[in-house]
């Protein structure tokens, strides 16, 4: 069945996705206090978090699978409000026995756990407080991630946060998660802003602590292209750039942000009537956890193409996999537009594996301080077709896409880009965040109903190329 790719590189960690919320289900058990999602969820009347993929509850199986299908590594989240129900004060002590439980079960069937702090599912309390625009949000993340760092020296492998970029722009641009403001650019850029802070200042404990494990963070990073080279458009190009990757990249990996992705940022928000507050002393925290990452947590699934654009800033967001339906203009930056030529999803999202490369090659240029890359997300969002138990789940589309992706990353490493691992997103099939339980990612299906795991085709495939190792 193999196709592109023929082989994948010795003691690579060939790992399977999940994320906390998304998976577990169970959000209103043992003494688990409610995130961001919970009313809100259940306000908009779309789609429950609960049973989710009751991986609270089914993590043995699916770790177990994980293995027979010729998975080493597994990325799975921590809920901090398991942990800290508020996000602070009292330790709730059921949910640090579950997350004990689960890095056991990874370990025991040599699944190696990569652990994230926080991804998109802020405590509730710390939500209505401002969540990130709140600078005291950071002093208790760094407590909660303390507590984490003391409570489970089992793990090795920590990211500090999920996609900084698409927690701030769904919550502030987007406006697709809560508190579902649009183009609110001063609360994306300030959100964006002290999320680095947090991360930077829980590396620096971490270094402080000298523990003996990694620790990273976890970008998705979205190249842009002019989609001509006219200089409007490639202007339009550098600003969205800036805006989407190069000033978080900068302010992970150099500590710094620099006199040219400052310019292009300054743009926006002046065209925007935006501000972005740097108290003194944020720079010296960035500048210090800079070169102290141990590894980096690369996220892709798409690239862009832009046309410049000037009017007033609109959107529509494709959260129901009808083709065709996204569009997104922001003021004095770009307007994303279709290039002839390059597949999309159902969710309007470009298939484009040469991006991956582009990028991979740019990170390892601009930003040596990220030094060993993981590829810690990257799959098709795809309405796979179950006919039943045990019958074949021909997922043909997500083979490609994964192959071609795969492709393109072997390249670059064998280009020198120190790339040392591949998580599928996802091991089985969770919700989607903005769009419910019809767009699926798994390596393995799940029946929402009956919570049975069936083997979707990819399944079979990743372990061929598991065997190659
Ligand atoms: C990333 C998130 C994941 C996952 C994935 C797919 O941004 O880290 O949690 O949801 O994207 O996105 P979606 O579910 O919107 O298709």
């Known amino acids: 069945m193999l196709n592109r790719v023929k082989k994948l590189p010795a003691n690579f960690v060939w790992g399977g996705a999940t994320a906390a919320y998304q998976v577990e289900g169970s959000t209103q058990v043992d003494g688990k206090g409610k995130t961001m999602w919970d009313d809100y969820l259940k306000a908009q009347g779309r789609f429950s978090p609960d049973p989710a993929s009751d991986f609270y509850n089914r993590y043995p199986e699916d770790i177990k699978l994980a293995k027979q299908y010729g998975l080493n590594a597994i990325r799975v989240s921590i809920a901090w409000t398991r942990i800290f129900p508020k996000g602070y004060g009292e330790v709730n002590q059921k949910g640090v026995a579950f997350y ?4 056991k079960e990874c370990l025991d069937n040599n699944v190696e756990p990569y652990v994230t702090l926080h991804h998109f599912d802020s405590p509730k309390t710390l939500f209505d407080d401002g969540d990130w625009l709140n600078r005291k949000n950071i002093d208790y993340f760094v407590d909660y991630a303390k507590f984490c760092f003391k409570e489970f020296p089992e793990v090795n492998n ?37 999320e680095l802070l947090a991360h930077a200042r829980v590396v620096n404990l971490y270094r402080e602590m000298q523990l003996p494990g990694r620790i990273g963070l976890i970008h998705v990073l979205q190249p842009i292209y002019p989609i001509t080279e006219t200089p409007e458009n490639k202007h339009a190009a550098a600003l969205y750039d800036a805006f989407l990757n190069r000033f978080l990249l900068d302010g992970t990996f150099l500590g710094h942000y620099t006199t040219e992705t400052m310019a292009l940022i300054n743009e926006i928000l002046e065209k925007n009537n935006a501000k972005l507050d740097i108290q003194p002393g944020d720079m010296d925290i960035l500048a210090k956890a800079a070169p102290q990452n141990d590894y980096f947590g690369l996220n892709y699934y798409q690239s862009q193409f832009i046309q410049a654009y000037e009017g007033e800033s609109t959107n529509q967001f494709n959260g129901t996999g009808e083709k065709g339906t996204s569009s997104f203009k922001f003021k004095g930056v770009g307007e994303i537009v279709k290039k002839p030529g390059v597949p999309q999803t159902d969710w309007d999202w470009n298939i484009y594996p040469e991006g991956l490369y582009d990028v991979l090659k740019r990170v390892a240029r601009v930003y040596p301080n990220s030094k060993t890359i993981y590829i810690t997300e990257n799959g098709l969002g795809f309405k796979d077709h179950y006919e039943g138990p045990d019958q074949i789940i021909d997922d043909q589309p997500r083979i490609d896409y994964i192959d071609q992706h795969l492709e393109a990353i072997l390249k670059a490493r064998s280009e020198g880009v120190n790339v040392q691992g591949y998580f599928v997103w996802s091991l089985q099939d969770q919700f989607s965040w903005a769009n419910g339980y019809n767009k699926r990612y798994g390596l393995f299906y799940v029946d ?18 598991a065997d190659t190792k």
């Open 100 to 103: 004990h439980r689960l890095f």
């Open 158 to 194: 920590w990211f500090t946060i999920n996609e900084l970029i698409s927690l701030a722009t769904s919550q502030y641009i987007g406006g697709n998660f809560p508190p579902n403001h649009h183009f609110d650019v001063t609360s994306a850029i300030q959100a964006e802003h002290n």
């Open 448 to 465: 929402f109903d009956t919570q049975k795991r069936e083997i979707k085709e990819s399944a079979r495939w990743f372990k061929e190329l």
